[in-house]
């Protein structure tokens, strides 16, 4: 069979056609990634702006897991919230109006007795009182309760003492006979407002009659701090408001995160502080500790409170020591993956 020959201009003009429009198609694209990058660096740049305002974060505990997550619009509505009331009603807020000390110094004060028992919100400075009580020689247990030794191991104090209250059993049932339970809570939550996965249990919310049931002299100490500060904190880490926001606790029912409101946050707050000191009032064989872990003289009132030199108080687990934690996470990933692929070399 004979091959037809196509003459070399024809060709040319047919792949000269279908390129042309290629070309135009590519140009296209082209500009409209530019513009929508162009667009997000502006975006980024007033965000950058407006978290520019210095603010000092007393940060709880926070275990480097994954990667920071990015803030919702829901997180960005809440901060901006904040920053407006700042700028209204001057660098604290009208968030800050609890008073630090309500009760005056008394002779009828219960001494300290064990255990002590951390009874305020998460984010409110728990890893320094955490830090504290252990350089001052005391077992101390923070979010994490039990035993090494035990058949479960180590798991969530919140999660243990849900278990133990749904069984029937004391509220501190195997959680280590620690000296100091500094933190309780627990809000390991996965998936949506309606359809979600973990658990969600404040004890010191929840709880509270449980735990005089087992310790009736029990020393409580209120951890308190800032309440827009404590807004931003939970905000910013790792999506607590939300987690919070599908939990169903004692006066902080479930809500969407469209419609959560830093009012909502800090009538929860606030509720908090009262039902402490209701309960203390209620039962008077407690003595409680307030610190105000923000304030310049929280050292001294743990000192003062329990003894230790003040050198033993230090503001743990700032911005400063995530970002340090998080790169000393780096690191290490960085330095097990070199040595998992020389070893793979060498096999």
Known sequence: MATKIVPHNRIRNKVGTGGKLLLILLSLSFVCVVGILLVVV???NVNIELS????????????????????????????????????????????????????????????????????GMPKGGTSSITHFFRRIGKGTSHQFCGRRTFRKGMVECGALMKENVDAGLPLFHNAGEYEVYAQLDVERVKGDLHNWQGVCYFPQIEALEKMHEQYPEATLVLNKRSVSAWIES????????????????????????????TDMLRDFYIAQVVRVREFVA???????????????????????????????????NTKQDVKK?????????????KERKKKLENN
């Open 234 to 261: 939970v905000v910013h880490h790792m999506g607590m408001a939300r987690r919070l926001s599908y939990c169903n606790i004692t006066g902080f029912p479930p809500v969407h995160e469209k419609y959560l409101t």
């Open 325 to 337: 934690m998080a790169l000393r996470s780096a690191a290490t990933r960085e330095i097990r993956k």
């Open 282 to 316: 209620k039962y008077p064989s407690h003595r409680l500790v307030e610190v105000q872990i923000d304030g310049d003289n929280a050292g001294q009132k743990m000192v003062e409170a329990f003894g230790g030199e003040l050198s033993c108080w230090k503001v743990k």
């Open 52 to 119: 520019d305002e210095p603010v000092v974060y007393i940060y709880d505990e926070t275990v480097i897991k994954s990667p920071e997550r990015k803030k919702s619009s829901f997180d960005k509505a809440l901060l901006e919230t904040l920053r407006k009331d700042k700028n209204k009603n001057g660098a604290n807020g009208f968030y800050d109006t609890i008073n630090i000390d309500p009760r005056p110094p008394d002779s009828n004060v219960p001494p300290v007795t064990y255990p002590i028992v951390v009874v």
């Open 42 to 44: 502006r975006i980024q």
